[in-house]
């Protein structure tokens, strides 16, 4: 039905249909004497109802040019629960921070993202032009790292992975460096030595032992209940005698020394931030973990190290005490640290961290 039609239909019913049906029932059952004045009433009223009627009209009229006249507005796209689920994960996904300077030290990596080299210039330490390059053999599970100091070789250092947890359980280490004593002798030789290693059941280092010396010549690490290094203790031969405590580190983890309170989340991907390059078996530091930037003896602490004390054994003589503070940015990433002499409060050495980052979110 057309619009011209539903209204001609509908004047038609309400200016004849609602008057004939009054009409009627007043003259069948009303007086004759009353019917006059109740025509007249009604002939009142259908003027009345036929008026309201034409208005009514008006605005049925305008509404039904509005519904026809109304823009289509499309139906909106459903979002299901699982495009907020994916929504809610993608704006979680963390930052990747891959460290690029560490102090002096530059490192660069290869296109897959596995440490290429470490550079780095003179140093508080004496160390001058350092660089450590690194090379993959994948089908021998081996890592191969060259040290140079000024572009003479000082360290070439093999590491042995395990496939299944990526951990080092076995190097080798030939050293060039020549040093006191032994100056004669390492100048027509080689000093070649092998380490294997051991772990706790959460993967962290347990043992760090000579190959061929059995436990004459081992460092072995504890860990508090946080799961922070706290003790590295050094054996080596002395004299005779077997399996003698050398040297001890003591660690602490709490940056607030008055109180004791305060620990920092550790994200630094480093092996050993108390550690010092180039040499890695230092006997100045005990027996280190030999590596301080390839991700492979496990992670040492949960938290930033507050302190360290190195004692030589068995005299228990104090070699040195340091604290650190550091500084961090908005993620919890390093961006700087300080190392000052416990003993005569000077500050050793203030050590940058830069990263690269890359935001998964974008």
């Known amino acids: ?34 019917c006059s004045t109740i025509n007249n ?3 009142m009223n259908a003027l009345f109802q036929k008026n309201m009627a034409i208005a009514s009209l008006v605005v049925l009229i305008g509404f039904t040019s509005c519904q026809e006249n ?3 507005i499309p139906d909106q796209p459903v979002v299901t629960s699982s495009e907020l689920a994916n929504s809610a994960r993608l704006s979680a996904l963390p930052k990747v921070y891959k460290l690029t300077r560490h102090g002096d030290a530059t490192l660069t990596y290869y296109n897959d993202g596995r440490l290429k080299r470490v550079t780095s210039g003179a140093d508080a330490r004496g160390n001058t032009k ?31 992975i395990d496939d299944a947890t990526g951990r080092c359980h076995r190097s ?7 040093i006191e004593e032994n100056v004669a002798y390492y100048k027509q030789h080689e000093l070649t030595t092998m380490w294997y290693y051991t772990y706790t059941t959460k993967g962290q280092l347990k043992t760090c032992q000579h190959l061929y010396w059995d436990s004459s010549n081992r460092t072995e690490y504890t860990y508090n209940a946080d799961d922070d290094l706290i003790k590295t203790i050094t054996y080596d031969r002395v004299g005779k005698q077997d399996g003698v405590a050398v040297h001890e580190l003591t660690l602490t983890y ?14 630094n991907p480093l092996n050993t931030s108390w550690a010092h390059l180039p040499v890695p078996h230092s006997q100045n530091e005990g027996q280190p973990v030999p590596e ?71």
């Not at 069948?28 to 009353?34: A, E, M």
């Not at 350092?130 to 070789?153: G, V």
């Not at 080798?172 to 020549?178: E, P, S």
Request: hydrophobic share 35%.
């Open 254 to 267: 709490d940056q607030n020394q008055s109180s004791r309170s305060t620990v920092l989340a550790d994200k």
């Open 1 to 34: 039905m057309t619009l011209k039609q539903f209204i001609a239909n509908w004047l038609r019913f309400n200016s004849q249909t609602g008057p004939m049906v009054l009409k009627f029932l007043i003259s069948d059952l009303c007086q004759p004497h009353l």
């Open 70 to 72: 109304k823009l289509v």
């Open 130 to 160: 350092y660089r450590r390059e690194y090379s993959y053999d994948d089908a021998d599970h081996r890592i191969d790292a060259y040290s140079y100091i000024d572009n003479q070789p000082v360290f070439y250092d093999a590491y042995w």
């Open 292 to 362: 301080v930037y390839l991700p492979i003896f496990g992670k040492p602490s949960k938290h930033l190290v507050a302190s360290v004390t190195q004692t030589k054994l068995p005299t228990n003589q104090h070699v040195s005490s340091s604290f650190f503070t550091y500084t961090l940015n908005t993620d919890g990433y390093v961006t700087e640290r300080k190392e000052v002499d416990a003993r005569k409060s000077l500050l050793l050495e203030t050590k940058p961290f830069g990263y690269l980052v890359t935001d998964l979110n974008k």
């Open 172 to 178: 080798t280490q030939i050293g060039y460096l020549m």
């Open 41 to 43: 009433t009604l002939h």
